[in-house]
């Protein structure tokens, strides 16, 4: 009896983590798994909400057809890496100096790290307005502020013309999303010993070599994770592009996520959309694993 006593508390032992951790497995099999698995099987079909409820399997047409009939596609996966990795690079550059001001021994320091992160708190569709506001080509603040100053002679619709419509959704992003950056590299800038500053400076390391040749080096781990990080959120970054243009126009601010929401939601074509998730999908994880290969690499040479 003893021995059956101990048996059934030991099997019960092993089985609470199981349990403790059902939950999380129930929704992320129910909410991320599933979701994808369905995804790549509507790919392979011709699903058309206003032709058949019923989908029919086509193997890899609709593949096909996006990038062979596809001119618009085209356009919108070169929009996608413009749109990916030129709002990545803004924020790490000034992510990187701003945290760098903020390392620094300021009056009211605390004060200043808790303002810088008023951007990233404040809800994307919510930035997207106001900056949607800021450019108004009728009342817009930046056309009154500009003109104001003689700057410009009349006002520009600054999210309908093609040579300012990508830096214009490039300042938002930045604005919304450089606070992240920030405080991940703060956080990285504060683990550095003091030490080391202090060696630089007995070699005569000051200012940018300072900056290039110990900072940087000692912050690459932090900065790896946090750059991959900002790529996957903007490279899905749904809501401000859509807030602010809904990918016009035309599709000259299109990008793989707003092409998947006019195909599946506005078009209805499910089975064509799906394709687009399919291969977003395919292409960003491969990003990843190429960065991720190549950060490696960098880390272990000498």
Aim: charged share 10%.
């Amino acid at each position: 009896m003893a021995t059956l006593s101990r048996l059934g508390h030991t099997l019960s032992r092993n089985r609470t983590p199981y349990l403790l951790l059902l939950p999380s497995v129930v929704y992320l099999v129910s909410f991320t798994i599933y979701p994808i698995l369905n995804v790549f099987y509507l790919s392979l079909t011709d699903l058309h909400l206003v032709k058949s409820l019923v989908p029919k399997f086509i193997g890899l047409q609709n593949f096909s057809d996006l990038i062979l009939n596809d001119a618009d596609f085209r356009r919108i996966v070169v929009n996608t890496f413009i749109w990916t990795f030129g709002s990545t690079a803004l924020q790490f550059v000034l992510g990187l100096a701003t945290g760098l001001i903020l390392n620094a021994r300021l009056p009211w320091r605390g004060f200043w790290r808790g303002i810088m992160l008023v951007p990233w708190v404040t809800p994307i569709v919510v930035v997207g307005i106001i900056w949607r506001w800021i450019y108004d080509g009728s009342y817009g603040l930046l056309n009154y502020y500009l003109t104001t100053m003689g700057l410009l002679n009349r006002y520009v619709v600054w999210l309908g013309e093609d040579w300012s419509v990508w830096p214009a959704i490039l300042l938002a992003s930045l604005w919304k999303g450089y606070p992240y950056m920030c405080l991940m590299l703060l956080a990285g800038l504060q683990t550095i010993p003091q030490d080391v500053y202090e060696a630089a400076d007995v070699d005569g390391a000051t200012g940018f070599r300072r900056l290039w040749y110990v900072t940087l080096p000692l912050l690459k781990p932090v900065a790896a994770i946090v750059t991959l990080v900002a790529l996957v959120l903007t490279w899905n970054n749904f809501q401000m592009i859509w807030v602010l243009t809904e990918g016009g126009p035309a599709y000259a601010t299109s990008v793989l996520a707003t092409y998947v929401y006019t195909k599946g939601f506005v078009f209805f074509q499910l089975g064509s959309g799906s394709a687009v998730a399919t291969l977003s999908i395919l292409v960003i994880l491969v990003v990843c694993v190429i960065y991720a290969r190549m950060t490696r690499l960098e880390e272990r040479e000498p």
